[in-house]
């Protein structure tokens, strides 16, 4: 069975930077594409960016040029880089795969799609 595990979330002030990682177990990367979705409380929930098994990336509008997503294929690991933090990206993120949906130019809405999904993960990011 797939499971997702995300870590290194956190507090960081504006301007500031995490990485986010996605620890991949009871598949491969080679057999799934990987996204993060975010959901901030009020909000409608965002795909953030996604990556195909063939290494393909797309990346939501809110986040270009600041996200980078990566994946370590000997640690079966996907990471999302998050550079030039905002008060906006506070959200729970969550990793999400699926080996159909291949990873869509417009991830904003259709990452939710994705059939496995982590449990999440808080990022705050204070002003």
């Known amino acids: 069975q797939l499971q997702l595990v995300e870590s290194g979330g956190g507090l960081v002030q504006a301007g500031g930077s995490l990485r986010l990682s996605c620890a991949v177990s009871?598949?491969?990367?080679?057999?799934?594409?990987i996204g993060w979705l975010r959901q901030a409380p009020g909000k409608d929930r965002e795909g953030v960016s996604c990556i195909s098994i063939d290494g393909v990336t797309n990346y939501a509008e809110s986040v270009k040029g600041r996200f980078t997503i990566s994946r370590d294929a000997d640690k079966n690991t996907v990471y999302l880089q998050m550079n030039s933090l905002k008060p906006e990206d506070t959200a729970v993120y969550s990793c999400?795969?699926?080996?159909?949906?291949?990873?869509?130019?417009?991830?904003?809405?259709?990452?939710?799609?994705?059939?496995?999904w982590g449990q999440g993960i808080q990022v705050t990011v204070s002003s």
């Open positions: 009871g598949g491969t990367l080679g057999q799934y594409h």
């Open positions: 999400l795969a699926d080996s159909l949906l291949g990873c869509p130019v417009d991830p904003e809405t259709t990452l939710a799609l994705y059939d496995t």
